[in-house]
């Protein structure tokens, strides 16, 4: 929406950009996104019929299901007020010490719909261009190749990071800074005990990808401008975050879900029946769910449970567990915190933030109607899967798992789906099917209001 103001009506208080007496514009200062003086028209005959110059002032709306929106509002007057106007607004925004200045842009241009740089060039950097930030902009060319070049980039000429693209793109962003901030630290990270040192640089998520699972827990849904104008307005949260170890090692960190059993099998057919092409995305998942019969595994499972204080931090004795189908923990505390009719991620985000805790749930072998339901309650979060029989919750800090052998582990499929583990979407190889999972609190500064 485009409002049209007289100069003199506009009024900046302390913390409001105000229209005298009207309720149709009263802008909290810390929701402008910036101002520019538009150019003069040319010519005699545009001079007389226009008011010029204009203030431009952009601003954040905050509508329904966390949706923002950039709103404008066009200032008449003269040349002198409109100028006077702008530095004002400026100088208050000066004082917004958090909001970013210089940003480090990381673009996967193959996630998703594959529409990231369109994304970017119109959409995300008009409105960075508006708040006066500058973008030093990466676009990775290969699988991978955002490892690279997070790896050779030196974040501490940038007051912050961003990725667009999907929680596969911010995995292989985290995985390669947080290691990093270990390593200039000299700290022991593939101990699951030690202690690791937060993230400096705080991380923004346009959505691009397919899933974008950390993006709607950050700012609410998939929507790029909220997403570009949380990053805009330099807010910023530290949210916990897990990391996987196995054979002696932090193996990757993870910011959504981590699966074995179901999930790990969808993906390594889909690894291996290329040949579907993208139908394999589609048409595996449904024959794994409705026809096929799910492989059944033993573990044994150690965990660390919630309420247990950081000092005692040690794992349960490894309790055996047979016959699951499924064996996943997601990075909310799911368990306590989501509700039986709309889920709401932020929310639920902001709980596990405080609790520190987050869901680990073992399914159990159970009929196929059961399953298919189970499945849709997994995927739509509904808090309805803990009243049944074949599921097993816990709230836990951390968790060891070891597969137990099968007897048919000289099968050369099974030994290697028993050491595939299924990190926020991404292949993670096990050594020798073991791993332990730790929640590491406040690591990863992320940019976002909530
Ligand atoms: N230029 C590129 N060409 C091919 N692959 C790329 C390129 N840049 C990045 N990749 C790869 O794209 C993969 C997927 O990226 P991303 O997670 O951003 O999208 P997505 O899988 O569609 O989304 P989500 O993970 O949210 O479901 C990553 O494994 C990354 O290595």
């Not at 270990?182 to 991380?203: A, F, M, N, R, W």
């Not at 660390?304 to 189908?325: N, V, Y």
């Not at 739509?380 to 899967?385: A, D, G, H, K, P």
Request: hydrophobic share 35%; proline share 3%; glycine share 6%.
């Amino acid at each position: 929406m485009v409002y049209t103001v007289d100069v003199e009506s506009l009024i900046l208080e302390e913390e409001r950009l105000k229209l005298s007496n009207k309720s149709i514009c009263d802008i909290n200062i810390s929701d402008v996104i910036g101002c520019h003086l538009t150019e003069e028209p040319a010519g005699l005959l545009s001079g007389l019929f226009w008011s010029s110059p204009n203030l431009v002032v952009r601003y954040i709306s905050k509508g329904k299901n966390y949706k923002w929106t950039a709103e404008t509002v066009q200032v008449t007057g003269s040349k002198e007020e409109c100028e006077a106007l702008q530095d004002k607004i400026n100088e208050k925004l000066g004082q917004e010490k958090n909001r970013p200045k210089r940003l480090a842009v990381f673009i996967n241009p193959v996630g998703g719909r594959r529409n990231a740089l369109k994304t970017y060039s119109d959409a995300v950097h008009p409105l960075f261009k508006v708040a006066n930030i500058n973008c030093d902009v990466n676009v990775s060319e290969r699988p991978k190749h955002l490892i690279d070049l997070v790896n050779s980039y030196d974040t501490s000429n940038v007051d912050g990071l961003v990725i667009l693209g999907g929680d596969g793109s911010l995995l292989e962003v985290l995985n390669c800074l947080v290691i990093r901030a270990q390593k200039e630290v000299g700290l022991d990270y593939d101990q699951p005990t030690c202690k690791l040192k937060p993230l400096e640089v705080p991380i923004g998520i346009i959505p691009t990808g397919t899933g974008n699972g950390t993006a709607k827990c950050l700012y609410g849904n998939m929507d790029v401008v909220t997403a570009a104008l949380h990053v805009i307005t330099g807010k910023t949260n530290h949210n916990n975050i897990q990391a996987v170890y196995s054979g002696g090692e932090l193996v990757s960190f993870s910011t959504i879900f981590i699966a074995y059993g179901f999930f790990t099998d969808m993906m390594y057919e889909m690894e291996r029946q290329t040949w579907l092409e993208r139908t394999r995305f589609l048409v595996i998942p449904l024959y794994n769910i409705f026809l096929k019969k799910p492989r059944l595994f033993n573990v044994k499972l150690s965990i660390l449970k919630g309420k247990q204080s950081d000092d005692k931090d040690s794992m349960s004795e490894g309790k055996e567990i047979a016959e699951l189908s499924s064996l996943m923990s997601l990075s909310s505390d799911f368990f306590n915190n989501a509700s039986n009719s709309k889920v709401d991620l932020v929310d639920m985000s902001q709980k596990t933030r405080k609790s520190g805790v987050f869901t680990l749930l073992g399914l159990k072998e159970t009929g196929r109607l059961q399953f298919i339901s189970c499945f849709l309650q997994l995927l739509t979060l509904n808090r309805s899967i803990f009243q049944k029989d074949c599921v097993s919750p816990y709230s836990v800090k951390g968790y060891r798992v070891k597969i137990l052998s099968q007897q048919s582990d000289n099968d050369a499929r099974v030994a290697s789906i028993n050491n595939l583990l299924d990190v926020d979407g991404e292949r993670v190889d096990l050594v020798g099917g073991e791993y332990e999972v730790r929640n590491h609190l406040r690591l990863v500064k992320f940019y976002t209001s909530y």
